[in-house]
């Protein structure tokens, strides 16, 4: 019995690596659709059209994000907004938007 709980446990944890690494994968599609929206314009068009191709979808689904379309219009909406992943990630840009929100919320009051 303990062999099957360990050998279970070990299974979930590599379940969870290898989702992690799909998510590395989409995020790096994210940072290169925003560099292709810096030098060309057409990032938001370049992140759907992979999100939709059949790659796309099966790494989205690995990643555990279900590739619909609202998915879709949420990653080029992301990418629009030009902020690097590593950027939007970080702890400093997090409290930078909570205060604008604070800020907008006093102004509007």
């Known amino acids: 019995m303990r062999d099957f709980v360990d050998g ?9 690596r290898a989702r992690k690494l799909f998510a590395a994968v989409v995020l790096a599609a994210l940072d290169d659709a925003i560099a292709d929206d810096k030098k060309y314009g057409n990032g938001p068009e370049q992140i759907a059209r992979w999100a939709r191709s059949r790659d796309g979808r099966e790494v989205l689904s690995c990643a555990g994000i279900d590739p619909n379309e609202r998915v879709v219009e949420g990653l080029m909406e992301f990418v629009s907004k030009g902020v690097r ?18 800020a907008d919320a006093a102004e509007a009051a």
Do not use: C, H
């Open 85 to 102: 992943t590593s950027v939007a990630l970080s702890r400093e840009e997090s409290e930078r938007r909570s205060a604008a929100l604070i």
């Open 8 to 16: 279970t446990a070990f299974n979930a944890e590599q379940g969870n």
